[in-house]
């Protein structure tokens, strides 16, 4: 799920979307309720309408961008107390707002409040924040009363696979129709990360959308599928195209480098939304500072990563998973 964190993946818009047959889009309820304003939004019909978007799309819940754009920010059993980014006003922000705002906002899925604790963290602190999730999950569902419009639960508990068995079987008792697993890839490793997620996994409904929240790099997507995630969200294609770095069938390839300079060869054959650019055009536009470059670059990272999971789609109906997965991180891994 690309992430479009103001109303917008950078450098796209929705006839891109329906190019690269994107099934869901984020929206970042942090920055969309300050500017321009959920009311506004929904005078204009809700976030379809504001985007002209017609398909799917989730919001989180602004926790995240409140824990980690805000030194100054206030946590309470209550909720939290943070400072705009934009105009410096103080803001008041409960897991009833987070309900009450991403219902104006009129998003496909909601996500719960929760507490994302730092990397590093004491075992203390991830306790307070799980049990805060837990308590503020229950909250939302209280005042959840849009039909058409799903809440998510957010699983936390750090890389302590106890802590995330625990919080995993709560927030499954209070029946939410997804989940989020939220709190990890924000730097641990991929060896902290595995177990922590399948200990999460393992006590989710299989019949309910389970959500890997912030990962986007395919070592961890095929990985994660493994062990049974079906969602997705990370400005990693993104990012890393604006800075000139594209995903491939081979690896990553920086267009930066001066190698490229004389190449008459696209960034990968097979990738359709770059395959009739030459390396040595793009990393031209990308030395001049083009934003034609940062485009192209973004269609085909994410062309890259949507195709990567219709391949795992395919594997598993195939019965070939497994090989897929050693396959792809014998590149990525």
């Known amino acids: 799920m690309p992430v479009g964190t103001r109303g917008a993946v950078i450098h796209l818009d929705q006839r891109d979307y329906e190019q690269l047959e994107i099934e869901v889009v984020l929206g970042n309820t942090y920055h969309l309720m300050l500017r321009p304003g959920a009311e506004l939004i929904e005078s204009l019909g809700g976030l379809h309408s504001f985007v002209s978007w017609e398909g799917h799309m989730l919001t989180d819940s602004g926790g995240f961008q409140v824990m980690s ?23 008041r922000f409960t897991p009833e707002d987070a309900v009450s705002t991403q219902e104006q906002l009129g998003a496909d899925i909601q996500m719960a409040l929760d507490v994302c604790p730092p990397l590093p963290s004491d075992h203390q602190m991830i306790l307070q924040a799980m049990e805060r999730t837990h308590q503020w999950a229950a909250r939302a569902i209280k005042v959840h009363r849009k039909p058409d419009q799903a809440l998510f639960g957010i699983v936390q508990g750090g890389v302590d696979p106890a802590l995330r068995t625990k919080s995993a079987k709560y927030l499954s008792s209070l029946g939410f129709p997804g989940y989020g697993i939220g709190g990890l890839s ?33 070592a961890r997507i095929v990985d994660a599928i493994g062990v049974g995630v079906d969602m997705f969200d990370c ?18 390839l920086n267009l930066r480098n001066a190698k490229h300079a004389g190449v008459d060869e696209p960034l990968d054959p097979v990738n359709p939304m770059s395959n009739s650019f030459s390396r040595a055009y793009l990393r031209h536009l990308m030395q001049v500072k083009e934003p034609t470059a940062a485009r192209i670059a973004t269609m085909h990272n994410l062309w890259f990563l949507i195709d990567l999971v219709k ?8 019965g070939t998973y497994d090989a897929f997965r050693v396959q792809t991180l014998e590149i990525w891994g």
């Not at 030194?71 to 943070?82: L, P």
């Not at 400072?83 to 803001?91: A, L, N, P, R």
């Not at 959500?211 to 395919?218: E, I, K, R, S």
Request: net charge negative; proline share 6%.
């Open 311 to 318: 391949q795992a789609r395919r594997a598993i109906e195939d």
């Open 186 to 218: 924000v730097g641990e490793s991929h060896q902290e990360m595995m177990p922590a997620l399948s200990a999460a996994i393992s006590e989710l409904p299989e019949d309910r959308p389970r959500y890997l929240m912030g990962v986007g790099d395919p």
């Open 69 to 91: 754009l805000n030194d100054s920010v206030k946590i309470d059993d209550d909720g939290v107390t943070f400072t705009s980014i934009y105009d410096g006003s103080k803001t």
């Open 235 to 252: 400005v990693l294609p993104t990012r890393l195209a604006r800075h000139g770095t594209v995903l491939t069938s081979t690896g990553k």
